[in-house]
């Protein structure tokens, strides 16, 4: 559909003779925030590194934005606007917080726009510029998680994955964090989420989809997805 803004087409993934990936199918609309859900090893990961070029695809496409993308290599696709921010969050320790930031505009060229979301980052967790000049190893672990978010901002996405943004942080700060998603969101950034927090991304999300052992068993908007009694027992915890 020509509003898509992403879309997925029987993908399949393998490592080695593992069959990860088994003939998925999901599209992403501009603007929305989807979510993608299940248990570890269901696939999750896989399929976001794919779409980022950083997990060679055995079958199916991968559409961004019109582009076949699912042999492009992984700086050809942050350049045409699709950023990562990595679960285990994968900041240069040894740089400051500053320079990791710079580092994600690395591709960009317009000077006035990567000040401006500088200063938007800056603005989204205050905390992150209060620690410019501090190295980003020393960082507390939702703070890392923020300027990995940060960073991927700042490459300037149309299309943002974020691979468990919550992951080993303080409750307070999955508070932040799901905030700033939704304030990214409603700045015309579209988001892909990946989240073992399967009630705060569904509160967050549009529309959902559920993965199990490399398939999705189940989608559909995260208002009935919250509602549905299996998603409930499995992910909900009632
Ligand atoms: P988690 O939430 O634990 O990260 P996930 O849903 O993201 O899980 P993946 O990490 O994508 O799942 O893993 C899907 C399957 O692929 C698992 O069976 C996993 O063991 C396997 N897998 C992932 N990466 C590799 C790799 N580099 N080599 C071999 N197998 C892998």
Redesign the pocket.
């Known amino acids: 559909m020509a509003n898509n803004i992403l879309a997925i087409k029987n993908l399949n993934i393998h ?2 003779a ?1 069959h ?1 990936i088994k003939g998925i199918n999901l599209t992403i609309k501009k603007g929305e925030v989807v979510t993608i859900l ?1 248990s ?8 976001l590194k794919s779409i980022s070029g950083l997990v060679p695809v055995s079958k199916g496409e991968i559409i961004f934005n019109g582009d076949p993308i699912h042999k492009w290599k992984a700086h050809k696709i942050v350049k045409a606007g699709l950023a990562q921010s990595p ?1 285990g969050r994968l900041i240069f320790p040894d740089l400051t917080v500053r320079e990791n930031l710079e580092m994600g505009a690395y591709l960009r060229s317009d000077k006035v726009g990567i000040k401006e979301d500088m200063e938007y980052v800056s603005g989204l967790f205050p905390i992150l510029s209060e620690r410019g000049k501090q190295l980003a190893g020393t960082l507390s672990g939702g703070e890392q998680q923020m300027l990995a978010i940060s960073r991927a901002y700042m490459s300037s996405p149309t299309l943002l994955l974020l691979d ?1 943004p919550s992951l080993g942080i303080a409750p307070i700060l999955v508070q932040t964090i799901f905030k700033a998603i939704k304030e990214i969101n409603s700045r015309g950034t579209t988001i892909l989420l ?1 989240e ?1 927090n399967a009630f705060a991304a569904l509160k967050v999300a549009d529309r959902g989809y559920v ?1 199990q052992t ?1 398939e999705i068993v189940m989608s559909g908007p995260a208002s009935e997805l919250i509602e549905n009694d299996e998603i409930k027992k499995a992910y909900l915890g009632h």
């Not at 570890?40 to 399929?47: D, F, I, L, R, V």
């Open positions: 490592y080695g593992i990860a299940g570890n090893g269901a696939g999750k990961t896989s399929t679960e468990e990946v073992q993965m490399g």
